[in-house]
């Protein structure tokens, strides 16, 4: 799916482009991989840690794009603020070729950048990976298109995702556990983020993604059958309720732990009944999705404390220490929402930053 | 999305792309409906996308893309001939299990006297110009998917009912390419519960095997593992559900999660053609499908 062609750099003298253009590495390859939804507050560049974001003028994206594309997404290109992650690569590298080993670098990046900004807040961001990813190197431009392909430089995508003050402070220290062995290396942690991830799919119905989110959510907060759950056994609601960041926490149990409202729901779409759903509210997928961002986002920088915390934890259960980050954290829910006051305090200093 | 455009050319055409199919050879031409399934030369294209066709001729040849294309006539408009891709495209599925999305989330084109009018899916033009490839068709293929069109037309009624809206979304959806194989294990299994398990709130899993099973038995190759087969099936999606680590499970099996993916698609398909063979009759929907439910106890 990659196409080929070479165009000169042509700016008008002085211009922003030009200066952009002329820092440019002169011997290695430039990157630009399309983050569909994502829009930053203005046109300088953003960089955190090793990532930079870029919002292209239509001028800039013209020296990726091929000119008749980009001729007849002009209007689409400059009315939705595109932004890009971009890599300046200062070895040259195969263009007529593979260019995995290319990819491969950046690919844990923006896989993160994307699961982070995903888990900060709510707004569309769909995988960068299904648009369109340029190389450019000299007057050579390789595209590696998507499965959406430009499709996603023309969509009038709602609910974009702008990266504010406040979401771009805390974005270091989840990117930075994100990349941690205690998260890597743990593929139980590694299904709760995907199947949070996939239900941003662009393509998925409702229920599609309400399949992912309920997923998500189990493989968060534990299984949603009580007597599966671990110790001190606690409803999946509950469990949820202590790590919520907004002030509605009631409602969060009483929406999960609800045979008439979210057990149904959940039962519904995980066995495929074609039952009408009375009295769920119809945004039930964006609440969904906030309980889990709040739990999950917990559950990932628990496990990357896990060790840090050990005195605390063998407090409240000898032997927690020792098991899994997941399994860990589920008992540590069961015993805040049973009342421990250690348990409530390693929650609390973890949410503290992202409280409403 | 509909476009609007003007061109020179004087015949009304239809022309409908059938994504992620190819021709085993691109010169061949495959009657269908009165209209032909064939690759496009470039030249040919052209001017059915006009700017959007501009300097794509190296990746159009390389995916050589399949159209339906025929005649339009007062009586066989764009909308009759992406509904008769539509019939030709749930045959080929159900026929062959193939991974491949339906013709409306790709590209079509009608082409009256000097206007075309485009629907625009969500593939955009993705599809046309890099694939990718997951069937490959030669006329024996349509042939045997034909002969399955004039069910699919019977059933039209049986398509609506919500159980098989499920199974017709989870089909198109799991073949898109950015679908992962756990995922549309899951969506084929949540598809199959909702085709056969109404109503059941306990021995749900032994109840899923023994209607699944009985189902589709008559077209089983390997009916001495069938249980087993689909009770894995079952496994894994419950395990994904629950956000266990499928993976534990899918160790102890000898396939992998893209094979399992292929196995649920197939079973999904029979179990569609075995339903719909049964009651292709019934005009009572939601009747007759509980009584299949009960017979297949």
Sequence with gaps: MAELSATHAQFSPGSMEEKWYQALPRKGAFSAIHMPGLRIPFQMPILIGDILLERFSWKQWVLFERTDEATRLKLEFDKGLHTFLTCRILTTVPLSSALEAVHLRQRNSIQNLTSALRLLKEGTIIDPYSSVHYIRQGNQIRREIGTFGRSLIEADLSDKYMLD????KLL?????????????QDPTIGLAI?????????????EEKMAFLFSALEATFGEYRKQNRPKPKVTIGKAAAIVSCSAATAGIADFLDDADKGKKLRNTIAHGSSEPLVGISADADLMLREIIRDGLRCLIIFATRKTALSTQLESLKAGLSLEPAKLAFQTLLGHASTGSATALKIISDIQAPYVH | MFEAGKDSLAHSQIYVHLPYIRLTDPTLE???????LRSLDYAEWKPL????AHSVRFAFERASPVFFVREASPSHDHETARREMHNLYLALVFSTGAHIPEPGKSISYMKTGRSIFRHVG???RTAVLHGPTRLLIDAATIEHATTLVPLIRECSLLLEAPEFRQILRT?????TDDFHAI???????????GLLLKNVLSGITARFIKRTCNLIMGSEKDPANLQISIKTLYSLRSDALHGRDWKQSLSQTSKTDAQWFDYATQVLCRAALATLTSLKNRKDVGVALDELRIILD
């Excluded at chain 1, 949070?196 to 662009?202: A, I, L, P």
């Excluded at chain 2, 996308?49 to 959007?52: C, L, M």
């Design chain 1, 194 to 206: 995907r199947s949070f991830d996939r239900s941003y799919g662009y393509s998925l119905e409702h």
């Design chain 1, 165 to 168: 003050a406040k979401t771009f």
């Design chain 2, 30 to 36: 495959i009657e269908y409906e009165s209209g032909l």
């Design chain 2, 171 to 175: 089909l198109t959806s799991t073949a």
């Design chain 2, 122 to 124: 969500i593939f955009d």
């Design chain 2, 49 to 52: 996308d006009q700017e959007a």
């Design chain 2, 183 to 193: 995922d549309g294990i899951v969506s084929c299994v949540i598809a199959l519960e």
């Design chain 1, 172 to 184: 270091p220290d989840l990117l930075n556990a994100l990349s941690e062995s205690a998260i890597t």
